[in-house]
């Protein structure tokens, strides 16, 4: 009859350390010998394996003060000509040109494309990402 294996171990696990010429002082994980620590610091090498650290090295520079971002500037009409549909933002949309958040409001082109293709503005109010609104009052 095959012995019981022990917790963590499986049947092939314990029938190959019972019937196997093996000897039974075998270090497991647990009883191998530890570590030792190196007795002396490496020579040359600094924090980090970086350059050594002496007395002499200069610190670093100051970093320099943040600077309060810059108010959105009045939105630009959409570089093609025609009508201007002003839109309110419900999905944030960003590109190179652009970045837009929740909530902004914007003017786009509402130029139908060719082949009677919708416009850039109704193509955003059909996929969701947008809604009409009035344009922003200046002042």
Partial sequence: ???????GASRRTAAASTSSAAPAAAASPAQA???EE??????????NGGPPL?????????VPALEPAEAKTPAAAPAKSGEIRWLRMITGISGPAISLAPGDKHPFCDVPGDDDAPSEAQRLVN????????P???G
């Fill in 1 to 7: 009859m095959m012995a019981k294996a022990p917790r």
């Fill in 33 to 35: 010998a530890p570590i």
């Fill in 38 to 47: 190196a007795s002396t610091p490496l020579a040359g090498i600094g924090h």
């Fill in 54 to 62: 002496d007395d002499e090295t200069p610190p670093a520079p100051p």
């Fill in 127 to 134: 996929a969701g990402f947008a809604v009409d609104c009035d």
């Fill in 136 to 138: 922003p009052v200046e």
